[in-house]
């Protein structure tokens, strides 16, 4: 039995019936030109026949004193956490994606383990999906992406196929470390607690320093008023997700040329996005939005588990021209890297908990439903560049399904995969209509962002939005 951190109990107690509180991931195979007409079933057959569940997949939840803990779940049954589903004829990539909106607004069973995976066959072009996902209080979705990606291989392989619960994932937690004497759990335990005051007074410092730095330097946004904007309303329990593919190469190229990197571009076509559906919608604020970009902290050989911190950018969506927005949003993420770089992991996260209070104080209690600390969610994480393997089927797309909140009602997530930058966008259906627009608007961001003298070349458009 192991208490939740504090991190982790925060999403168990923001979740309610409108506003799930689960991280997603939809990935595209093609299937082996051998293949039967059994094969998705096979292959369905194949998972379940993983049997030996791993932490933190074999774990419930269980309140004592009106605490939440992970205990071992007893009654595992492995076929309800692993379902086979099939398309409607011709099994359009938009039908997928409607069936990954209604599965995505679903609450996960909090008296079982808080994961499901759905085997998804029919998908039209010879291929079929894989649409997965784990309660943020398990894991965040920097933890799920290299969950998933140790459950594929890297050559195709027959009969090799792996799953992601028969896996050891959670650093800290594996056989080795539950046989460890507790001794030594302790002193991890101190540990930890020693760093954490020890990173106290550089924390305060740092506090200090912004609410100074919010005073007088314009390219500090964690303390502005995110402006009052469409994306912020209530939300309902009806999702609408929308995927498609940019090429990496183009966008790589485009941040040479502007001497930024990628995640300036990405920030710049989003920004630009987001500009254009709101004219569209004829609600875009005068002021420009802010967007909130989680940075993951995580090491090499850290596990599962919420380890992020958060920086407040600017998205200019006031300035009218996209190479001046882009040169405004470099300015804005360059603030926030400089003082990250002279601060330990341990000083991040106090620095931004300390910061990011209100918001999530907001958040838990909706106390001040006008007041934004920051307008929409955009997260970016480094994917495999290699081509990947389902057992012997070719892995062609993988999409991050993310989280909506109250006040937060569009999240823009993305994974890079080969030459290609993966888009997952989720919203509210209601609060947000015609959000599948934005897909168009960011192939046009791209566009706008082109020198006169350099020609197009890349692949966009591998997928499509949802209905």
């Not at 759990?185 to 919010?214: F, M």
């Not at 571009?265 to 569209?280: F, G, N």
């Not at 030459?419 to 706008?448: K, N, T, W, Y």
């Amino acid at each position: 039995m192991r208490l939740l951190n504090p991190v982790d109990q925060i999403f168990l107690r923001l979740e309610r019936r409108n506003q799930p509180m689960h991280v997603g991931g939809l990935q595209l195979f093609s299937l082996p030109e051998n293949a039967g007409p059994d094969y998705v079933r096979e292959l369905v057959a194949t998972a379940r026949g993983f049997s030996d569940v791993q932490p933190p997949f074999d774990r419930r939840l269980k309140y004592r004193f009106g605490q939440p803990f992970w205990v071992d779940d007893d009654s595992f049954d492995l076929e309800y956490h692993v379902r086979h589903l099939a398309l409607p004829q011709p099994g359009a990539i938009r039908d997928l994606l409607a069936l990954v909106s209604m599965l995505h607004g679903a609450l996960l069973d909090r008296s079982r383990p808080m994961w499901e995976t759905y085997i998804i066959e029919g998908v039209t072009g010879n291929r079929f999906a894989v649409y997965t996902k784990f309660h943020h209080s398990i894991m965040d979705g920097i933890s799920a992406m290299r969950v998933m990606r140790r459950s594929l291989n890297n050559q195709p392989s027959p009969g090799g196929m792996l799953v992601p619960w028969a896996l050891s994932s959670d650093g800290g937690d594996t056989p080795a470390a539950r046989r460890a004497p507790p001794w030594r759990s302790a002193l991890k335990a101190i540990g930890a607690t020693g760093r954490q005051l020890a990173a106290l007074p550089r924390v305060g410092h740092e506090v200090l320093q912004a609410w100074q730095d919010a005073r007088h330097e314009p390219g500090f946004t964690a303390f502005k008023q995110a402006p009052s904007c469409m994306l912020n309303r209530r939300i309902s329990g009806s999702r609408r997700f929308a995927a498609q593919s940019y090429s990496l190469s183009r966008i790589k190229r485009l941040a040479k040329h502007y001497d930024a990197t990628v995640n300036d571009i990405v920030l710049a076509m989003c920004a630009s996005a987001l500009r254009e559906y709101l004219i569209e919608q004829d609600a875009l604020p005068g002021q420009p939005l802010i967007a909130m970009l989680p940075v993951s902290l995580h090491t090499a050989d850290s596990g599962t588990g919420n380890n992020v911190a958060m920086i407040f950018a600017s998205l200019a969506t006031d300035v009218a021209d996209p190479v001046e927005r882009l040169a405004t949003i470099r300015q804005s993420v360059d603030h926030w890297k400089r003082r990250y770089e002279a601060m330990t992991s341990e000083q991040i996260l106090g620095f931004t908990a300390a910061l990011g209070t209100p918001a999530g104080v907001n958040l838990l209690t909706g106390i001040a439903p006008k007041h934004q600390s920051f307008n929409v969610v955009i997260s970016n994480v480094p994917g495999p560049s290699e081509t990947l393997y389902y057992g012997d089927a070719t892995l062609e797309g993988m999409y991050p399904v993310s989280i909506v909140l109250d006040g937060q009602a569009l999240n823009i997530s993305m994974v890079s995969y080969q030459d290609s930058l993966e888009f997952g966008l989720i919203a509210c259906r209601r609060s947000v209509p015609s959000m599948q627009h934005m897909l168009q608007f960011l192939a046009d961001a791209l566009d706008d962002l082109e020198p006169t003298d350099v020609p197009h070349t890349g692949r966009d458009g591998v997928a499509a939005d949802g209905g």
